[in-house]
């Protein structure tokens, strides 16, 4: 069976996601795995902060409108029920939205809504906030 490319890339992220939580958990890193998990619910609720403050602009709150639209929607690529791997396709999307979000936004005002670990924030915007030659942009 030839799977499509997007779908190959997507089963290995997948199964990076898993394996890296394993190993977390493995070496005593419950809090780290725990962060990881909890990831996507942390953005949403950072999201929902986003789209009731005045100081993001209104292409950033459309943006993030839409990424919360994708995360609440009952449809995914990978069922939700499905441990990590689950929200796999809502962590890609928010990522995106995310990054969108820090080229529009102050990152002071992003880092208030953030309601986990902030160094798991920090981790998160300095993935996210690569640009095109492969190095890291400086998070605002």
């Given at each position: 069976m030839d799977l499509p490319l997007w779908a190959e890339i997507l089963l290995i992220l997948v199964a990076i996601w898993i394996v890296v939580a394993i190993v977390l958990v493995i070496v005593g890193r419950v809090l780290l795995a725990r962060e990881l998990a909890l990831l996507v619910?942390?953005?949403?609720?950072?999201?929902?902060?986003?789209?009731?403050?005045?100081?993001?602009?209104?292409?950033?709150?459309?943006?993030?409108g839409i990424a919360s639209l994708w995360l609440a929607s009952p449809i995914d690529l990978i069922p939700d029920f499905v441990p990590i791997a689950g929200q796999l396709d809502d962590a890609i999307v928010a990522a995106l939205a995310l990054r969108f979000i820090l080229r529009t936004t102050d990152g002071a005002v992003v880092r208030q809504h953030w309601h986990g670990d902030p160094a798991t924030l920090e981790r998160v915007l300095r993935m996210v906030s690569w640009n095109r030659r492969g190095s890291p942009r400086a998070v605002p």
């Open positions: 619910p942390n953005l949403v609720r950072m999201f929902g902060g986003l789209l009731r403050d005045p100081r993001v602009p209104l292409r950033a709150k459309i943006v993030v």
